[in-house]
C-alpha cells in the first residue's frame, strides 16, 4: 500500500512549494525534482499493490518507495514545524537563536532531500525491469494471470454440496419464493453482505432448485469480478443463453463489440415467451452492472435477474433502478454456527466436554462467519482431541494461525478482496480501525475526526471536512467493511464495529507496512519508527527507550498511569492525534503543550479539572474534547486555537428521571474562533453572557450549538445570533431551570438546514417557526406547559421522525389526527400526570416504529387504535399504572397484549430502591425481568430523558 504514502506526501509537497519554499536557500531544484519522480511513480503504484502479495519483488520495491516517502514526510513536518515556531516570539533575544535555528532547519532539510533523492534514483534505477512489468499489467495482462484471486475463491462456494450446508433453508425459501412469485414484469433480487457469509453459495442452491429450473427453461450463471472484461461476460451469457434455447452462437460473434452482443442477447430474451433467470454473482461495481444490465430486456413474463454483491449500494441501486427486492445476509446464529462448527470439526454434532470452552471461544471470533468456521475447523480437525494444550494454543495465537497456516489461506484472500478492491483513501481508513481493540464499538465521530486529523480526507466543494469523512464511513459500511452497531433516529450512524477475523487481517496488513502497531501483552515490544501506536491494557513499560519520534498518532486503552506518563515524556513533536479517552488522568499533562503538531486532543471520561494557560501553543488543534470531564472554565489562551473547529466541553449524570447537564463558562470573545462547527455546552447564566450571546452570531460554520442556563432576557439577541447561522444543523437550549421561560419567538428566519432541536423551559407559545421547519427530523420539548396543544402544529412537519415530549401541555386526552406525523419513527411522552385517554387515528403516525410512555399516572388503559400502528416494532412503559402493566400480561384473544402484538419487544418497569426493574417481553412472550439492583442497562433500555 505505497499508493497512500506517496499520495500524502505529494500533497504535503504541493504546499510546500507553494508556501514554504522560499524559505530554502539551497536543494530547491532537488526537492522540485523529487516531486516530479515521485510523481513519475504514482502512476504504477496502484498495479504493483495488486501484485504485491504474489510478488516478493514487487512487495520489497513498495516496501523501500513507502520507507522513502514516509522519511521525505518527516524531513517537511520537522522543517515546518520549527518554522512555526520561529514565528511564535517576538524581540531581538529572541530572534537571534531563532534565525540560527532557522539555518539548521533549512540545513537539515536540504540534507535529507539529497539523500532521499540519491536513494530514490538508485530505487527507480534498479527497478527499470519491473517498471516494464507494472506497465504490462496496467495494459491489462494481469487481468489473465493464473493466479487471480478474484476467481480462485469461487470454485469452492459454487461446487459445495448441500450436505454440508447450515442455516441456509430459510433463506433459499424466501428467494425461491421471491423468484417465482411476484409480478409478470421483470424483477432484480439482490443478495449483499460482506465476504464469506455465503452469498454465492446461497444463490447456487436456489439457482439449481428443482422448482427454480422448472419455473425458469432460460438460465445463465455469470461472474462480474472486477479482473473480468465486459466483453467476455456477455459472451459467456450469450453462450449459455443460446445453449438453453437450442441454438446455435452466431459465428464471429466472438469479434463483435460490447454493443452487438448485448444487442444479440436481448434478441434472444426478447423473442422467447418463456422465463428466464440469469444470476450475476459477485458484483462489485456500478459498472460492471451498468455494462450488462440493459441486455436483459423486460418482457413481462416473470423474469428475474439475481445479484450477488458486497456492496450494499450496489444491491439497492439496482433494485430501485429495475424493481426488485434485496435480501441482507446476515451471520448465523449461535446454534447454527455451534451446529457447523461440530459438524466439519468432530464430524458430528456435538464437541467434546472438554473442549467445550476452547471451542466456544474460538466460535466467538468467527461471528457467524461460515466461511471462517469452515476453514477454522479445518485447522481443528487436525489437532490430537486429547491434546488440550494444542487447541488452547490455536485459541490465543489465532492472528498468527491466520498469517501462516495454509489451511487458512483462502479465507483470508477472501476476506482481503474487498481490502485491495478500495481507493487508497478508504485503505488508510480501514486500516486505522485496527488501533482500536477488538470487538469495540467505535463512536462515529471519534473515528471520523481520527481520519480528518490524520490527513486521510480530501477536501471537497460545499462540504467540512467532517462530512466528507462520514461518506468515506458510509462507503465502507455499503462494502460490507464496517457493521453498523447502532443508528441514530434519524438514520446516521452513531457507532460501528469491525469483524474479529477482519480486523485481525487488517493488523497484519498494517503490522507489515508499518502503518500502525499494536502494543500489548502478546506484543510488549515496542516497534521502531512506527507511525500510529495503539496501546492496550495495563501494560507495564519499563526502561526501555522509547522510539517515538517518527510517530504521528498515539491511542491509549486501559494503560496505566506510570507506564502513560513514560509514554507522554517522549519525542512526540509529530503527534497529530492524540487519544486519551479513559486514560487514569487527573491532571493536564504538561508534555502536550510541547505537541505542536496535535489536531485530534481527546481527554474524554478522565478526571482533569482545569486546562493551563499554555494550552494556546497547540495552534494546529482542531478537536479539543474534554466531554465528561470536569473542567468549567477555558482560559482565555483557547482563543489562539484559530483552527479549533469541535470545541466539547460539559457532562451529565442522571439518577431516576432527573437529569443534570454541566457545561462551562467561555471566554467573552468566542466570537473570534471562526472555525468553529460544533461547540458544546455553553453556561449562559454568568456576567459575561450578553456579550457570548452576541458573540455566537459571528460563528458562521457552527454546525451544532448547545447552550445551559439561559435567562429570558436573553432570548431575543440568542434569536438574533441564531438567524447568523445558516450553516446550524442542531440546536439545544436549556433554561436557568424547569421554572424558567425561555422566549424563541424573534427568530425571524431560522437556519435552513436546522434538523435536531432540543428545547427545555417554559414557553408562553411553541415558537412559531418551528412549524415551517420543513428539515426537521427530531424534536425534543421539556417542561414547556404551552397553552396551546402543539400537535396540530407540529403533524404536517415531512420530515419529523422523531419527538420527544415532556411536560409539554397540560393534556387530559391526546389525540393523534388521521394521516399526521407521516414519517415519524419514534414518539416518546413523558410526565402527564392529567392524561386519562390517548387516541391514535386510523393512518396516523403509520410508520411509527417505537412508542414511549411515562410517568403517565392516569392512564390506566392502552391507547385506543394502537392496533393501527402497523410498524410497531419496541413499546415501552415506564412508571405507570399497575392496571396498565398487568393488561399487558395477559394473552386474551381480544385483550390490549393481542393489540400490540406485532410489536418485537415489550418493556415496562418501575424505579424502585434507587435502581430501575424492568421487564422486557419478546414476541415469542418469554419474559426477561433484570434485578432490582442491577442499575447497568442498555441506553435503548432507559427512558427518553436519559438518552
Same mark, same amino acid.
Not at 467445550?356 to 466456544?360: D, L, R
Not at 502536550?592 to 496535535?598: A, E, F, L, Q
Given at each position: 500500500m505505497?499508493e ?9 509537497l ?6 514554504e519554499?522560499?524559505?530554502?536557500r ?19 503504484l ?12 514487487v512487495k ?7 520507507e ?20 511564535e ?5 529572541y530572534?537571534i537563536?531563532?534565525?540560527v535555528?532557522?539555518?539548521k532547519?533549512?540545513y537539515r532539510?536540504?540534507a ?12 527507480c534505477?534498479?527497478?527499470q ?6 506497465k ?24 459445495v ?5 447450515v ?8 428467494l425461491?419464493?421471491?423468484l417465482?412469485?411476484g ?11 460482506m465476504?464469506?457469509?455465503?452469498k454465492?453459495?446461497?444463490a447456487?442452491q ?9 419455473h ?18 456477455l459472451?459467456d451469457?450469450?453462450?449459455?443463453i443460446?445453449?438453453?434455447?437450442m ?14 452482443l448485448?444487442?444479440m442477447?436481448k ?6 415467451r ?8 459477485d ?13 436483459l430486456?423486460?418482457?413481462n413474463?416473470g423474469s ?8 450494499a ?10 424493481v426488485?427486492?434485496?435480501?441482507e445476509m446476515?451471520?448465523l446464529?449461535v446454534e ?10 468432530f ?8 473442549l ?5 471461544d ?7 462467519l461460515?466461511?471462517a ?5 479445518g ?36 476476506l ?8 487508497y483513501y478508504?485503505k ?14 467505535i ?9 480528518v ?19 468515506y ?6 462494502r460490507?467493511?464496517?457493521?453498523v452497531?447502532e443508528r441514530?433516529?434519524d438514520g ?5 464495529r469491525i469483524?474479529?477475523?477482519?480486523r ?24 521502531d ?7 492496550h491494557n495495563e501494560l ?5 527507550n522509547?522510539?517515538?519520534s ?6 491509549i486503552?486501559?494503560?496505566d498511569k506510570f507506564s ?14 492524540l487519544?486519551?479517552? &479513559?486514560?487514569?488522568?487527573r491532571?493536564?499533562?504538561?508534555q ?7 489536531k ?11 486546562l ?5 501553543r ?11 470531564t ?5 482560559? $482565555?489562551?483557547i ?5 479549533l ?9 442522571t ?9 462551562f ?8 474562533l ?11 447564566d ?21 447552550i ?9 439577541k ?20 424547569d ?5 424563541? %419567538? &424573534?427568530?425571524?428566519s431560522?437556519?435552513?438546514?436546522l %434538523? ?7 414557553m ?12 426537521l ?16 402544529s ?10 420527544e ?17 407521516q ?15 390517548v387516541?391514535?387515528e386510523?393512518?396516523a403516525?403509520?410508520?411509527l ?9 392516569q392512564?390506566?388503559?392502552?391507547p385506543?387504535? $394502537?392496533?393501527h ?5 419496541v ?7 399497575e392496571?396498565l402493566?398487568?393488561k ?9 397484549? %393481542?393489540?400490540?402484538?406485532?410489536a ?22 418469554k419474559?426477561?425481568s433484570?434485578r432490582p439492583q442491577?442499575?447497568t ?6 427512558p427518553p430523558?436519559?438518552?
Open positions: 505505497a497512500s504514502p506517496v499520495i500524502y506526501l505529494l500533497g504535503k504541493a504546499s510546500f512549494c507553494e508556501n519554499i522560499q524559505h530554502m539551497e536543494g530547491r531544484e532537488e526537492l522540485i525534482a523529487l516531486r516530479g519522480e515521485f510523481e513519475r511513480i504514482k502512476a504504477f496502484r498495479v504493483a499493490d495488486s501484485m504485491e502479495e504474489h510478488n516478493e519483488e520489497v520495491w513498495i516496501k523501500q518507495i513507502r522513502v516517502a514516509y522519511e521525505a514526510e518527516d524531513a517537511l513536518d520537522e522543517f515546518k514545524l520549527l518554522l512555526a515556531h520561529d514565528h516570539g517576538s524581540g531581538l533575544l530572534k537563536p531563532c534565525c535555528r532557522n539555518m532547519a533549512r532539510l536540504t535529507a532531500i539529497r539523500s532521499i533523492s540519491s536513494r530514490m534514483k538508485d530505487i534505477e534498479g527497478h525491469r519491473l517498471s516494464k512489468k507494472l504490462r499489467a496496467q495494459q491489462g495482462s494481469s487481468s489473465t494471470r493464473e493466479d487471480d484471486p478474484w476467481q480462485d475463491h469461487r470454485a469452492d462456494a459454487v461446487f454440496e448441500k450436505s454440508g450446508l442455516g441456509i433453508e430459510e433463506p433459499k425459501t424466501r425461491t419464493q421471491w417465482v412469485g409480478i409478470p414484469e421483470r424483477e432484480v433480487i439482490s443478495v449483499s453482505g465476504g464469506g457469509l455465503g454465492t453459495t446461497l447456487k436456489v439457482f439449481d432448485d428443482p422448482v427454480v429450473r422448472k425458469f427453461p432460460v438460465r445463465a450463471w455469470v461472474t462480474l469480478s472486477p479482473s473480468s472484461k465486459t466483453e467476455e461476460l459472451m451469457m450469450l453462450q449459455q443460446a445453449s438453453r434455447i441454438k446455435p452462437v452466431p459465428s464471429g460473434a466472438d469479434t463483435l463489440d460490447i454493443d452487438w448485448k444487442m442477447i434478441r434472444l430474451l426478447q423473442g422467447r418463456s422465463r428466464y433467470l440469469i444470476v450475476l454473482d458484483v462489485w461495481h456500478m459498472d460492471k452492472w451498468d455494462a450488462v444490465k440493459y441486455a430486456p423486460n418482457n413474463h428475474r435477474i439475481m445479484i450477488t454483491t458486497r456492496n449500494e450496489l444491491a439497492q441501486a439496482s433494485c430501485t433502478e429495475f426488485g427486492k434485496v435480501y446476515q451471520p446464529p447454527q454456527s455451534q451446529k457447523l462448527f461440530c459438524r466439519k470439526t464430524k458430528k454434532n456435538a464437541c467434546p466436554s472438554h467445550e470452552e476452547i471451542c466456544t474460538i466460535l466467538k471470533k468467527c461471528e457467524g461460515p466461511l468456521i469452515v476453514a477454522i475447523s485447522v481443528l480437525a487436525t489437532k490430537d482431541k486429547r491434546r488440550i494444550d494444542e487447541w488452547d494454543l490455536v485459541r490465543r495465537s489465532l492472528q498468527s494461525e491466520i498469517d501462516g497456516n495454509d489451511k487458512l489461506k483462502n479465507m483470508k484472500k477472501v482481503s478482496l474487498s481490502f485491495n478492491d478500495l481507493p478508504l488508510s481508513c480501514l486500516l486505522q480501525i485496527s488501533v482500536f481493540p477488538e470487538a469495540y464499538a463512536e462515529r465521530m471519534r473515528l471520523t475526526r481520527h481520519w486529523a490524520e490527513g486521510f480526507v480530501e477536501m471537497k466543494d460545499a462540504k467540512t471536512m467532517e462530512e466528507v469523512a462520514d461518506d464511513l458510509n462507503e465502507l459500511v455499503n460490507s467493511l464496517i457493521h452497531v441514530d433516529s446516521r450512524i452513531k457507532s460501528c469483524h474479529g477475523l477482519l485481525r487481517i487488517i493488523t497484519s496488513k498494517s503490522r507489515d507496512q508499518n502503518f500502525a502497531a499494536i502494543v500489548d501483552e502478546q506484543s510488549s515490544v515496542w516497534p519508527r512506527i507511525r500510529r501506536c495503539s496501546v507495564q513499560i519499563g526502561q526501555q522509547l522510539s517515538l517518527h510517530l504521528r498518532s498515539l491511542y486503552f486501559g494503560v502513560l506518563y513514560r509514554i507522554l515524556a517522549g519525542d512526540l513533536k509529530l503527534l497529530s492525534v487519544d486519551l479517552q &479513559n486514560a487514569p488522568l491532571r493536564f499533562p504538561v502536550i503543550v510541547d505537541m505542536r503538531s496535535v485530534f486532543l481527546s481527554l474524554r471520561h478522565t478526571q482533569i479539572q482545569t493551563p494557560t499554555s494550552i494556546g497547540l495552534q494546529n488543534l482542531e478537536t479539543l474534547d474534554l466531554k465528561h470536569h473542567v468549567i472554565s477555558l482560559p $482565555i489562551e482563543m489562539k486555537l484559530q483552527r473547529c469541535h470545541l466539547l466541553v460539559y457532562r451529565y449524570q439518577v431516576s428521571y432527573t437529569h443534570y447537564k454541566y457545561g463558562s467561555t471566554p467573552a470573545q468566542i466570537g473570534a471562526q472555525s468553529l462547527q460544533k461547540l458544546c455546552y455553553i453556561d449562559a454568568d456576567d459575561r453572557t450578553n456579550n457570548v450571546i452576541s458573540e455566537l452570531g459571528k460563528l458562521n460554520q457552527l454546525r451544532r450549538l448547545c445551559l442556563k439561559l435567562k429570558k432576557e436573553d432570548g431575543r440568542l434569536c438574533w445570533s441564531i438567524a447568523k447561522l445558516t450553516n446550524l444543523q442542531s440546536l439545544a437550549v436549556y433554561s436557568l431551570g421554572d424558567e421561560e425561555i422566549d424563541l %419567538q &424573534n427568530l425571524s431560522p437556519p435552513p438546514l %434538523q435536531r432541536i432540543y428545547l427545555r423551559g417554559r408562553q407559545a411553541l415558537p412559531h417557526w418551528i412549524a415551517s421547519m420543513h428539515s427530523a427530531k424534536l425534543h420539548l421539556s417542561w414547556c406547559l404551552l397553552k396551546e396543544d402543539p400537535l396540530p407540529l403533524q404536517d412537519l415531512p420530515n419529523l421522525v422523531h419527538l415530549l415532556l411536560q409539554v401541555h397540560d393534556w387530559q386526552t391526546l389525540c393523534f389526527k388521521a394521516k399526521g406525523f414519517k415519524l419513527k419514534i414518539l416518546g411522552l413523558d410526565y402527564y400526570e392529567e392524561l386519562t385517554f387516541q391514535i386510523e393512518e403516525m403509520s410508520n416504529e417505537k412508542l414511549m410512555i411515562q410517568r403517565c399516572k392512564l390506566k388503559s392502552m385506543s387504535g $394502537i392496533e400502528l402497523t410498524k410497531l416494532k413499546l415501552e412503559f415506564f412508571d405507570m399504572p392496571e402493566t398487568e399487558l400480561k395477559l394473552e386474551e384473544k381480544d385483550g390490549d397484549y %393481542q393489540k400490540v402484538a406485532r418485537a419487544e415489550l418493556r415496562y418497569g418501575y424505579w424502585r430502591d434507587g435502581a430501575w426493574d424492568v421487564t422486557s417481553v419478546e414476541r415469542s412472550g419474559e426477561q433484570s442491577d442499575t442497562m442498555k441506553r435503548s433500555n432507559l430523558c436519559w438518552k
